[in-house]
Each structure stands twice: as C-alpha cells, then as structure tokens.
C-alpha cells in the first residue's frame, strides 16, 4: 500500500472522528467510513460483528454517557503502515483514546478501540 493510501486512510480516521463521531453520523459519515462486515473491539467488550452492530454499540455508549458524544478535540499522534493505521484522539475536558484500524478500500475493515 503506498504512503498516498495511508495518508488518505489517515484523513478519513479524522474525518470518522471529527465529523461522524463528534456530530453523532451514525449512518452517514460513521458508516460510510467503515465496511458492512467491519469487526470491532472496543475496550475488551464483546466484538461487534458489520457496521449495523457497531453503530448500536456506540449508540448505547453514548446514551449512557448523556446522550451526546463525548468530543474529540485533536488527534495528536497518528502513523500508518501498509493497510493499518493508529490514531490517539484526545476528548475535551481530557482523557485519550486510542483506534487501530486496518483498512480495506478506503474503509476500515478491522478496529481496535481502548479507552
């Protein structure tokens, strides 16, 4: 995979963030940044198995958190390599996250997410 894909890989984990998490996207900007079938680990909670279940998943974390997406403020360390890549997002008001992802046509197939 060349540096171009990772690059445009890496502006779509910005724009998943920034956009479909932090507006709450859910099918629109979040989905169309992920595939059908995407497999999701999400802070060692039970794997979620295409977008559909994923997206209920964070659904049901943000209602438990007040209904509104915590916000991501800033990526500040971001990296790729081949078909992966591994971003840390910072939450305003603090705290980190962090997504590895391997990606497949432009969409993340694959996600590791720790909070």
């Not at 920034?18 to 169309?32: C, K, L, M, Q, R």
């Not at 295409?50 to 800033?74: L, N």
Request: with cysteine; net charge negative; glycine share 14%.
């Amino acid at each position: 995979m060349s540096d171009d894909q990772v690059s445009a890989n890496l502006q779509g984990m910005d724009d998943l963030d920034f956009t479909g998490w932090n507006g709450a996207d859910w099918h629109g900007v979040f989905a169309a940044h992920h595939t059908d079938d995407v497999l999701v680990d999400w802070k060692g909670q039970p794997v979620t198995h295409g977008i559909e279940e994923h997206i209920a998943a964070m659904k049901a974390y943000v209602d438990s958190a007040g209904g509104t997406p915590p916000q991501i403020t800033s990526h500040p360390i971001k990296f790729g390599s081949g078909e992966w890549t591994c971003v840390v997002g910072e939450f305003e008001g603090g705290g980190r996250m962090v997504t590895v992802a391997r990606w497949k046509d432009g969409a993340i197939a694959e996600e590791y997410i720790w909070s």
